[in-house]
């Protein structure tokens, strides 16, 4: 079986042009210095961002569940304790 090089690949028109067309785009994101700071730094932020809205539904959620479960009177006793301070956190806050 013949290897294929750089050479030897056989590619239509169409095939070439979006190939050059990608090459040219990567090369305009990555070796631009200024584009590629300005697209670091604002994937940067939606990323801080989806962090801080992600965790927020989490311990929301959390939260819910612990609110339920001190209703239970067997878990309720270890648990009310901890819901008790996050409740006391939450009226102390500035």
Do not use: C, W
Not at 37 to 45: A, N, P, V
Not at 77 to 90: D, E, G, R, S
């Amino acid at each position: 079986m013949e290897e294929k090089t750089r050479e030897n690949i056989n590619l239509d028109k169409e095939t070439k042009k979006a190939l050059n067309a990608l090459v040219s785009a990567i090369n305009n994101v990555y070796l631009d210095k200024k584009k590629l700071i300005i697209r670091s730094f604002i994937s940067g932020i939606a990323y801080g961002l989806g962090v801080t809205l992600g965790l927020t539904i989490v311990f929301v959620i959390l939260a819910l569940i612990l609110e339920y479960i001190v209703k239970i009177p067997i878990l309720g006793t270890y648990i009310y304790p901890l819901a008790t301070h996050l409740h006391q956190v939450k009226i102390n806050k500035p």
